[in-house]
């Protein structure tokens, strides 16, 4: 029962990663250039740090997708693996997703930190948020991510003769990137940071109603606030499931039973293609949760995409009733 159970549930993740992997990469495609083109666009986004941290994630999201989430598709989806076909391919897309990976993570790290100082009632903690430390911070995490991606550049290759296959050549690294590096620094890490940063910053939002605040940076701050709490949650919601799994391995690394190791590939698939959820749906979740960014959104692409100009502004505030 169990031999014909296992081949139907290779059959149908295959399906799965296919049919969803490609709406994600669609979806991603459409989605995270428009977030650029609205924060890019409006001069309320350029000036605020929080939204330039947005920014880079979009863009960084773009090539992720294409690199990471392609390539996973064309494996779990078509048994096509490029890594074993071609050594320098073995060796970059390990190195490029987790840079990709780790950077826009940072990032969203960054944003939700930002609203925090943003909306705290020290001015010490308000003057951190500006653009020129932004993007100081963002090129020097990047840089840090790309020193250490040269360590995948280095192990990842080529092993075996029949078949191919492209792993990590030493035991060391091997157990560091398994224990360590992939579930808690990639994984564990960036999700604490996010999740604390965001209640506090969701507490400071709580009561910023009876400060003194000008009405404009009150809503802007309401509106990235909301924005990033929600973006935090679905984060959290992608992202475990892929992290559950890499512990699973962690902790039982080889498991001799042909049929679990091929349950435990097809549980791979899906929870990767789940973790591309955290890559796609910035425009969709914005859109979902600001009434404002809707209004941006349909501003932005008719006066720029269709050359149409609507009556009134986009980051224009009503009156409180």
């Known amino acids: ?38 924060f890019l666009s409006l ?26 989430l392609f390539t996973h598709i064309m494996i779990y989806g078509f048994n096509i693996n490029w890594l074993n076909m071609s050594v320098v391919y073995c060796k970059f897309r390990p190195f490029y997703v987790q840079l990709c990976a780790m ?3 940072s990032c969203m790290c ?39 991606g040269i360590s995948f550049l280095i192990y990842y290759d080529h092993m075996g003769s029949d ?4 792993d990590i050549t030493n035991r060391a690294f091997k157990k560091f990137n398994g224990v360590f590096y992939s579930p808690f620094v990639m994984s564990i890490l960036p999700m604490m940071i996010m999740i604390l940063f965001a209640i506090l910053a969701y507490r400071n939002i ?19 606030t909301t924005m990033v709490l929600v973006h935090v ?12 799994f890499n512990l699973f391995k962690t902790f039982y690394p080889s498991i001799d039973n042909q049929n679990i190791t091929e349950q435990l ?18 425009l969709y979740i914005y859109v979902c949760v600001s009434k404002r960014f809707r209004q941006q959104l349909l501003y932005v692409l008719s006066t720029i995409c269709f050359k149409r100009y609507p009556p009134g502004n986009p980051n224009q505030i009503k009156p409180e009733t």
């Open 206 to 224: 709580q009561q910023i109603a009876y400060r003194t605040v000008p009405l404009v940076r009150r809503e802007l701050d309401k509106q990235l």
């Open 163 to 166: 078949p191919v296959v492209c």
């Open 110 to 148: 960054l944003a939700t930190i930002d609203q925090f100082l943003a909306t705290c009632s020290s001015p010490r903690c308000q003057q951190l948020c500006n653009i020129k430390l932004a993007r100081r911070l963002v090129i020097g995490l990047i840089i840090i991510w790309f020193g250490c």
């Open 265 to 282: 590939r097809c549980a791979k698939s899906l929870t990767t293609t789940v973790y591309y959820f955290n890559h796609m749906g910035s």
């Open 1 to 38: 029962m169990l031999n014909t159970t296992v081949p139907s549930l290779t059959s149908a993740s295959q399906q799965v990663v296919i049919s969803l992997g490609f709406c994600l990469l669609v979806a991603g495609s459409i989605g995270n250039p428009l977030t650029l083109i609205v």
């Open 43 to 68: 001069q309320t986004f350029r000036q605020s740090s929080c939204a330039f941290y947005l920014t880079v994630m979009s863009f960084i999201n773009i090539f992720h997708l294409f690199t990471g």
């Open 103 to 105: 950077s826009s993570s």
């Open 233 to 244: 949650i679905y984060a959290a919601i992608s992202v475990t499931p892929g992290a559950i």
